[in-house]
C-alpha cells in the first residue's frame, strides 16, 4: 500500500450501498465521461477504491437535514478507502481538494459525511519535512526538560498599546512562565503594529532573561495575508520575538509549510476556524486530521481545544489530538500539543494525568493575568502547582506556604 493514502469515513448512504460507495470513490478520483471512439480505462492505476466496509445498521432518517434527490433505505456506514496518491503529491492544497474536495462532499446517494482519519505510507511522508524544531527544539530553546512548558495569553487580548503589553508579560516572565504570546486574534494593526510590538517585547524579554536567569519566549502573532507572512516572519525575529504564532487554517496549510521551510525560530498554530467543519459529530472532518496535517505542514507545536467545558470538545476528541502530535509518524518530528481552555494553576494537575507525560504546553490566559494579585504572581501560582504535583503534596497544603497559590485557590472559592 505503498502508493496510497487510507481514508477512514463515516457515512450515511441512500438506496443501494454499493453503488453509493462506487460513486463515493469515481467521484474523488476517476470518475470521467467515456469519450467517444476511445477505448480508455484509467481506474487500475488512478483510482480510489474502498478496501473496508461496516454496514453499522439502518437509520430512520439522515442525521442531519442534508438536502438529497437519491431515495430507499438510509444506512449508517464505516469506509476505509485507498486513494493513490499519484493523483495529487505531496501538495496539502490538492490533497485536501482530493478527500474533502467536491467529489467526497458532492457524491450522489452520500449526503452525510466525515473524514475521520488519513493514513499516510512512508513514501509519501518523506516528501515532506515536519517541524524543525519539534518538542525537542522548544525544550533546548527554554532548557526546560523535566515538566511541561508554561504558556500565557496575555490579558486583555485586544485593546492594549505595546508598552502595556509589554509591561504585563514581562510580569508573567518575572514569576515564571516560559512563553508569554500574542492572542490569536491580536494583528498587525494600527494601535499595535507587529513591528512596534515584537520590538518592545523583544527588549522586555531579554530584560527578564537577565533577571531570572532563564531562557523566555516571546510569541508574536503573524497571522495575515498570504503575501506578507515572509515578511512579517523577518520583523518579529528581527525585533526579538523567538517563536511565531500562525492561525494554521485561516492562511492555508501550504503556506503554513512555505513558513516552516523559511522560518529560524519555532512556529506554532492556533485554531481558528477549525471548529467549524469539525464540532459536529457525523459530518466534516475530524479535528485530529487538521492535527495530524498541521504537524505534517511543519508546526512545532499546535494549540488546540482542551478539556475544559468552555471548549465544548469530548474528553476522548481531546486525547486523540494530543496522540496525533505526539505518537510516531515516520522521521517527522513530535509537535509539542497545547490543549487550551479555562486552565490556572487549579487544573494543572487534571491536564497533566490526562495528557499522561510532561510532554505539553500548559496555556492560562485569566489563570495568570487574571491573578488577584497581578501577572507575575498569576505565574507564580502555576509553577508552584507543578511544584506540589512534583512532590506528591495537595495544592492546599502546598498553599499554606505559597501566597500565589492561596490567593488562586481562595479566588477561585469565592467565585463559587
Known amino acids: 500500500m505503498a502508493d496510497y493514502l487510507t481514508l477512514d469515513y463515516y457515512l450515511e448512504c441512500v438506496g443501494d450501498i454499493e453503488t453509493a460507495l462506487a460513486h463515493f470513490c469515481s467521484e474523488q478520483s476517476t470518475a470521467q465521461w467515456k469519450r467517444v471512439d476511445y477505448d480508455e480505462d484509467f481506474r487500475p492505476k488512478y483510482a480510489a477504491k474502498v478496501i473496508s466496509l461496516t454496514i453499522e445498521g439502518e437509520l430512520p432518517e ?179 520575538a523567538n517563536a511565531l504564532l500562525v492561525n494554521a487554517l485561516p492562511v492555508g496549510l501550504s503556506a503554513v509549510r512555505m513558513l516552516a521551510k523559511h522560518t529560524t525560530v519555532p512556529l506554532i498554530g492556533h485554531f481558528p476556524f477549525i471548529a467549524a467543519f469539525s464540532r459536529m459529530e457525523k459530518f466534516g472532518v475530524h479535528s485530529k486530521v487538521m492535527t495530524k496535517l498541521q504537524r505534517l505542514a511543519g508546526l512545532d507545536s499546535i494549540i488546540m481545544p482542551g478539556f475544559g467545558s468552555r471548549m465544548m470538545t469530548p474528553e476522548e476528541e481531546v486525547r486523540e489530538n494530543i496522540e496525533e502530535c505526539l505518537q510516531d509518524f515516520g522521521h517527522i518530528k513530535r509537535s509539542l500539543p497545547v490543549p487550551g481552555g479555562s486552565d490556572s494553576a487549579l487544573t494543572l494537575e487534571s491536564v497533566y494525568r490526562k495528557v499522561g507525560s510532561i510532554d505539553f504546553g500548559f496555556v492560562p490566559g485569566r489563570g495568570i493575568f487574571g491573578h488577584p494579585m497581578g501577572p507575575k504572581a498569576g505565574a507564580a501560582s502555576i509553577r508552584q502547582a507543578w511544584e506540589a504535583i512534583e512532590k506528591g503534596v495537595s495544592l492546599e497544603t502546598y498553599a499554606e506556604r505559597h501566597e500565589e497559590l492561596k490567593a488562586m485557590i481562595e479566588g477561585a472559592g469565592e467565585k463559587k
Open 62 to 240: 439522515l442525521s442531519y437535514p442534508v438536502r438529497h434527490f437519491e431515495t430507499g433505505p438510509i444506512h449508517a456506514c464505516r469506509v476505509t478507502i485507498a486513494h493513490p496518491h499519484r493523483n495529487f503529491g505531496p501538495k496539502l492544497p490538492n490533497l485536501i481538494s482530493a478527500v474533502c474536495g467536491e467529489g467526497a462532499f458532492f457524491t450522489p446517494g452520500v449526503p452525510v459525511v466525515k473524514l475521520l482519519d488519513i493514513g499516510f505510507p512512508e513514501p509519501y511522508l518523506n516528501e515532506f519535512d515536519g517541524p524543525k524544531f519539534g518538542i525537542d527544539g522548544i525544550r533546548d530553546l527554554l532548557k526546560a526538560y523535566n515538566r511541561p512548558i508554561f504558556f500565557g495569553v496575555v490579558k486583555p487580548n485586544i485593546g492594549l498599546s505595546p508598552e502595556h503589553f509589554a509591561e504585563i508579560a514581562g510580569q508573567s516572565w518575572l514569576g515564571g512562565l516560559d512563553i508569554a504570546k500574542d492572542d490569536e486574534m491580536l494583528a498587525d494593526v494600527q494601535w499595535s503594529t507587529l513591528e512596534e510590538r515584537s520590538r518592545v517585547l523583544g527588549h522586555a524579554r531579554l530584560r527578564a532573561e537577565r533577571e531570572t536567569g532563564e531562557p523566555k519566549v516571546y510569541l508574536a502573532n503573524i497571522t495575515d495575508e498570504v503575501d506578507r507572512l515572509i515578511e512579517q516572519h523577518d520583523i518579529a525575529v528581527r525585533n526579538g
